[in-house]
């Protein structure tokens, strides 16, 4: 089906506008590399890089992954480089690229995000911060920060203080929480511009054979299309008492038709991760599908569908 060149499939990320609302999902493509030779980076929204922490990590033993049905667990353990030399490689190379970079932090304490901040407020050519809340608290006896008001808030608090205004903030949160609203409150409350929804589910999975757990660590992190009714779930629950909160939308997108779903329960951009792992051009091929869909139900913007399944019906 030919574009219809009226469309504006244009989004913005509080206040950055990106052409399309396609993203990569952190850990699904390092900073871009591996996908790049299969598309330009520029043809999509933007690259989200793999949660960069403040040194190197090596990562968990293997193993570290295994398939589940209708998904994915993995363990990997935020492996990376550490934010220096990330800083030196990665962003110049995103930037001769063409893409336009959403930078994803972690960190084990609440001074490891100001800390990232700090190097990151300055640096030219960086969209948006995903801070990604959803890592244990090695202050907090390894409580995951997501999964706690009171150190969600100090996570997004800690970055909004070091970044000052110079970006916007995207809080990325945990679904493993009894009500994820209110975590979602306190973070915008702390000074996050939107949400990313959702990380990984935790998981495990017990090998028959061995009879033992397949992941060295015994649990990792659920993905891939058997999370997307949870995404849906709560993207619809957070825009219903935070409308006006632009939600990077994630969890088992796989199709064109997949997103559609995720932006009629509130998502205002699509970050496709596990897809990719199967089909390198999935970000390419869904952007197209979604875009097909939104000319097809009569959108003439992209904007007219977020949140759609929150009107009444006629």
């Given amino acids: 089906m030919e574009s219809n060149v009226t469309f504006d499939y244009s989004t913005a990320l509080a206040d950055r506008r990106i052409p399309n609302p396609i993203l990569t999902a952190s850990g699904t493509a390092g900073s871009g590399k591996e996908l790049a030779q299969f598309f330009p980076l520029s043809d999509i929204g933007a690259v989200v890089t793999k949660s960069i922490m403040l040194k190197p990590r090596s ?34 190379w995103l930037a001769s690229q063409g893409a336009r970079i959403i930078v994803s932090i972690a960190g084990e304490t609440v001074e490891d995000y100001a800390v990232l901040a700090r190097k990151l407020r300055a640096v030219p050519g960086i969209t948006a911060l995903e801070v990604n809340i959803s890592c244990p608290n ?25 970044i000052g205004g110079e970006l916007p903030i995207f809080a990325k949160l945990s ?31 017990i ?5 033992f757990p397949r992941l060295s660590q015994k649990t990792g992190g659920l993905s891939g299309p058997a999370i997307r009714p949870v995404a849906v779930r709560a ?10 909160i632009p939600i990077i939308g994630m969890g088992g997108v796989a199709s064109g038709r997949d997103a559609f779903e995720l932006v009629l329960a509130g998502a205002s951009a699509i970050s496709v991760g596990t897809a990719t792992f199967g089909n390198p051009t999935a970000a390419i091929s869904i952007k197209q599908e979604l875009e097909s ?13 977020i949140g759609f399944a929150h009107r009444e019906e006629i």
Avoid: W
Avoid at 207 to 211: L, S
Avoid at 235 to 243: E, K
Avoid at 293 to 305: S, V, Y
């Fill in 59 to 92: 990562g968990r033993a293997t193993p570290r992954m295994a398939e589940t049905p209708s998904g994915m667990l993995n363990s990997i353990g935020l492996q990376g480089p550490g934010i220096d030399i990330f800083l030196e490689n990665d962003i110049p």
């Fill in 138 to 162: 090695v202050e907090n006896r390894g409580q995951v920060f997501a999964c706690n008001p009171t150190t969600a808030r100090e996570a997004i608090s800690a970055v909004r203080r070091n």
């Fill in 175 to 205: 679904p493993d929480v009894t009500d994820i609203v209110s975590i979602a409150t306190e973070v915008v409350d702390a000074g996050a511009d939107g949400l990313a929804l959702i990380n990984t589910i935790l998981g495990m999975v």
């Fill in 207 to 211: 090998d028959t054979n061995t009879m």
């Fill in 235 to 244: 993207i619809y629950q957070v825009h219903a008492a935070l409308p006006n």
């Fill in 293 to 305: 869909i939104l000319i097809e139900k009569g959108f003439a913007t992209f904007h007219q569908a």
